[in-house]
């Protein structure tokens, strides 16, 4: 299997026989496993958690087909921990006016000196807007590759929540009048709350003291714990605080 850091020069390899791919799908992310690759030449990895915004950020990539194959755009980082709307996603991106086009998907976002600190997943496309692209911090892409490499897929928890926020309860005019949290709307069956007291109508509000006012903020507090993992919840029943210790079970993506 490659190094890490070989990962982003195979992406961009066009003609290459016997390969093997897995992917995660949010967001895709693929390792390829290639006869001979420690003889690839490489790109170093950098550390996406040090980045501040103003910083230059390189994009390289394949806008619009091989015929423009190898583009490069300079550009800054122009904010961190982004969420998009109407995306399912479980990462926090990073937003840079580099120029971003369809075909750039995959591609290295990298520092000045060359080092990739992310890979070029989306940017806005909309009458007026211009410089919104973004990537998938290259830190998270290391994780997911680790687990891709070992496991051939990307273990995450699990609670077997169908829940509604403020927001989606906004979106599909649904009244709401409680004060934060996430409202049980259903329970999966055989799940791991379905062996706790959490039923439908409780309103989850932490886990192990991380605030869930919002299902983005809970998949992001999920994102630091792996199945078989103890968590407490803080939950509301009947306008009462309440807590349930549940082990999170595995998420098998159906």
Request: with cysteine; hydrophobic share 40%; aromatic share 6%.
């Amino acid at each position: 299997i490659l190094a890490l850091s070989s990962l982003l020069h195979i992406l961009h390899i066009t003609a290459v026989s016997r390969f093997q791919l897995h992917s995660f799908f949010s967001p895709l992310l693929p390792v390829v496993k290639i006869p001979g690759s420690d003889k690839l030449p490489v790109a170093e990895f950098g550390n996406s958690d040090s980045l501040q915004p103003g910083e230059t950020a390189v994009a390289i990539g394949n806008p619009l087909g091989l015929e423009f194959r190898g583009t490069v755009t300079v550009g800054v980082i122009s904010a961190l921990n982004r969420t998009l709307d109407d995306v399912e996603q479980q990462i926090k991106l990073i937003q840079t006016d580099a120029a971003i086009n369809p075909g750039n998907s995959g591609g290295a976002l990298c520092t000045a000196d060359g080092k990739v600190i992310g890979i070029n997943s989306a940017k806005i496309a909309k009458a007026g807007v211009e410089g919104m692209g973004f990537a998938i911090p290259i830190n998270q892409v290391k994780a997911i590759v680790s687990q891709l490499i070992s496991n051939g897929h990307v273990t995450r928890p699990y609670l077997g929540l169908y829940g509604i926020d403020k927001t989606l309860a906004a979106r599909n005019g649904i009244s709401w009048d409680h004060n934060g949290g996430i409202y049980v709307y259903k329970i999966a069956d055989g799940s791991p709350l379905d062996g706790s007291d959490i039923v439908r109508g409780d309103y989850i509000m932490q886990i192990n003291g991380k605030v869930t006012n919002s299902l983005s903020e809970l998949r992001n507090v999920m994102m630091n714990y792996k199945p078989g993992d103890k968590v407490t919840i803080t939950y509301e029943h009947s306008g009462h605080t309440r807590t349930a210790v549940v082990v999170l079970g595995e998420d098998d993506g159906k």
